[in-house]
């Protein structure tokens, strides 16, 4: 019936982003979200320019640059020496002339707020929290899932949008969880005036070095500082104390630049998360229920897109079951031509990155920073291009 919501499973960037464009588009939607409350965990999180050709149809982009700040350059600098090899100008006149809008960071609670209070100011969305899915059944006609608490919900179709170890793509393709690579990474926020490490500040920053890297740059108008530590370890599988990964990050980063190891001594200790990939896979739907986000397509953040995807296809989606006219089946294949090469391209480009980070020591880490000195801005325009000029979307 197209009077029944479409359910929603997961109250990320992506399932907030596809129910304000649904409701847009005069659907209701109730979203059930796993969590206790709808929030996001509390780091930080960089955006190409491509996600504003979503948040301008969703008309939130004031809101979002109320909360976010654009960085003037992001630098990719040597490890080892603290040679700046790479230098990508995004707060320049040049950057905002080919893309039309920013690079930003945000802090992830403050943008999904922005998503959330959207959300929140429209009667056709319903949002229910401390809905952890636990079953569903496609009746044809129809969707039903069960939550952990015993209640039950129905809907014309349902969007999986439940992340990275997604139920449903499990039960719907079942491909297993997602491969661990033998990294680890941990996540701080640190209050600036604390931040001793002689290290740009207004910028975002990648460090990148011999199967390690770290990425950092400010938050919340330059009050708070981001650090992410990226790490090979033969322990990547294994809980360890307080103690036994500090002794860890110590020994991974060792010979780094002492810059670096000022930002490893800030970090906390307790979010230490094992790194997994995914392949690209096609289908994402079947009968009335489809994968969006990082359930679909879910990206190792050496591109900084996981979000940014989840965020088009958000948009997307709707679009596709805006004008499919009630036919669940068309929108979902309209969705998924629309999205898999792009989503899948960023998926094996960020695993390419991932290795050009990482190179060891050696000829092919020199040959690495020999060629990207060559990398001029026009040069990395280009290459940046297919992504940060966004997608087409229907509509
Ligand atoms: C260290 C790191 C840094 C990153 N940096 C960036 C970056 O700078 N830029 C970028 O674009 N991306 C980045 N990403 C990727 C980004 O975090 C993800 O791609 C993005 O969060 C995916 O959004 P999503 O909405 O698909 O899924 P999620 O954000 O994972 O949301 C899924 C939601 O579903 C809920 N849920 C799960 N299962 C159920 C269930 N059974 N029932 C109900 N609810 C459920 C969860 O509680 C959660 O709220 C990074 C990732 C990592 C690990």
Redesign the pocket.
């Known amino acids: 019936m197209a009077s029944d919501p479409i359910l929603i ?9 596809a129910a304000l464009a649904l409701a847009r588009r005069g659907r209701t939607v109730r979203v ?4 206790a409350e ?1 929030g ?1 965990i509390g ?6 320019p491509n ?1 504003f050709h979503v948040f301008d149809r969703l008309g939130i982009s004031e809101q979002v640059m109320a909360v976010a700040d654009a960085p003037p350059a992001v630098l990719m600098l040597d490890a080892l020496s603290g040679k700046e090899l790479v230098r990508i100008p995004t707060g320049g006149t040049s950057f905002r002339a080919r893309f039309k809008h920013p690079y930003i ?1 945000v802090h ?1 609670i403050d943008i999904h707020n922005v998503l959330l209070d959207a959300c929140r100011m429209s009667d056709a969305i319903e949002l229910v929290a401390d ?4 079953g569903f059944e496609d009746r044809g006609d129809g969707v039903a899932v069960a ?1 952990a608490d015993g209640r039950t919900f129905s809907g014309a179709a349902l969007v999986a ?8 793509r499990d039960k719907l393709i079942g491909d297993g969880e997602p491969r661990p690579i033998g990294y680890v ?1 941990l ?1 701080t926020i640190v209050p600036i005036a604390e931040l001793k490490a002689d290290v740009p500040r207004d910028c975002v920053v990648l460090w990148s070095g011999p199967g390690l890297h770290i ?1 950092h740059y400010p938050l919340r108008h330059g009050t708070e500082f981001n650090i ?1 530590n ?1 790490y090979r370890t033969a322990a990547h599988a294994e809980r360890l104390d307080g103690a036994g990964a500090r002794a860890e990050l110590d020994q991974a980063y060792r010979n780094t630049h002492p810059a670096m190891r000022e930002l490893v001594a800030m970090m906390d200790l307790r979010w230490r ?1 094992s ?1 997994g990939d995914r392949d690209p896979i096609r289908p994402w739907h079947k009968g009335r229920i489809v994968l ?4 679909a397509h ?2 190792l ?1 050496s591109l ?8 088009e ?1 958000g948009l997307c989606l709707a679009e596709s079951i805006h004008l499919s006219d009630g036919d669940f089946a068309a929108a979902f294949r309209q969705f998924q031509a629309a999205r898999l090469l792009r989503t899948a391209r960023v998926q094996l480009e960020s695993r390419s990155l991932w290795e050009f980070y990482h190179l060891d020591d050696g000829i092919a880490r020199d040959v690495r920073n020999a060629t990207v000195a060559q990398w001029d801005e026009a040069y990395l325009f280009n290459c940046l291009a297919w992504l940060y000029d966004g997608a087409p979307i229907p509509g």
């Open positions: 499973v997961g109250g990320g960037l992506g399932g907030l982003t059930l979200e796993g969590a709808f996001a780091y930080g999180i960089q955006f190409g996600v960071i992830r809905a952890m899915v636990t939550t949008a439940d992340g990275v170890r997604s139920l449903f990474a996540r990425v992410v990226v998360r790194i969006l986000g990082d359930a879910a990206p953040q900084a897109q996981g979000a940014g995807m989840a965020i296809d």
